[in-house]
């Protein structure tokens, strides 16, 4: 994986913990309505909504446990401290352990991240589908090795795959999948990422709860998950 921010949430549980979206150099905004809270990050045109029952999650102790502990560069500390993220939680008793594990309530993580020079240029389309997971491709055979020789259940099914190029600013992809990893339950996910066209910022989307609780609000996670929108910067 090309992103060293996700090396490190990958360290510290390999399922999400990881998203955020500059909050120091672009306004962001969130109003409420009757039905849906309404949040935007205008400095990079990018828009999401979620119901207005569900919780946003602390975004200190979000942003916290992102923070590189030890950056190696000056390049590396201006990308940690430019990091912007919103997490929402369906949940009645929102916490931040719902982001790491497969749970009966949604989650929506939501982050633009900046890219260095190194990472940028080097980001496939695979790279965005194996942002959390290890869904496609060398990396997916990898995976299902080394949980085969550790005796572990590991499973991945695609369900929809799709390339994305909503505007000439941005392009990326939209991947919904299910992942079953140990004694742990059945999860869906439905993650979206865009890189800019200038590959100096990611931007990712992702909505997840167990296969059951997906299955059960399938209309209103994907109109959720379809309501991310990056204009990107012109």
Known sequence: MA?????????RSRLSLILAALAGLAL???????????????????????????????????????????PDSMERMAIDSHRWV???DASRAPSLEHLAVPVAEPTVL??????????????????????????VGT?????????KQQKTE?????????????TPNVHGIRILYNIK??????????????VSADQ???????VRCTAVCFLQNADQLAEIAGSFTVVGRN
């Open 3 to 11: 992103v060293n921010a996700v090396r490190q949430v990958r360290a």
């Open 28 to 70: 962001s905004t969130a109003c409420g309505s009757s039905d849906y809270t309404y949040v935007s990050n205008e400095g990079e045109n990018t828009y999401f909504k979620v119901p207005a029952t569900w919780n946003e999650l602390d975004n200190r102790a979000l942003r916290s446990v992102f923070a590189d502990d030890s």
């Open 86 to 88: 919103r997490a929402f």
């Open 110 to 135: 939501a982050m633009i991240q900046a890219l260095s020079e190194d990472e940028g240029p080097n980001l496939s389309l695979d790279d965005l589908r194996n942002l959390f997971d290890s869904v």
């Open 139 to 147: 990396e997916h055979e990898q995976a299902v090795e080394f949980y």
């Open 154 to 166: 590991f499973k991945i099914e695609v369900i929809a795959d799709t390339v994305l190029s909503p």
């Open 181 to 194: 990893q140990g004694e742990r339950p059945l999860e869906t996910r439905d993650l979206t990422v865009f």
């Open 200 to 206: 100096t910022k990611l931007y990712v989307f992702l």
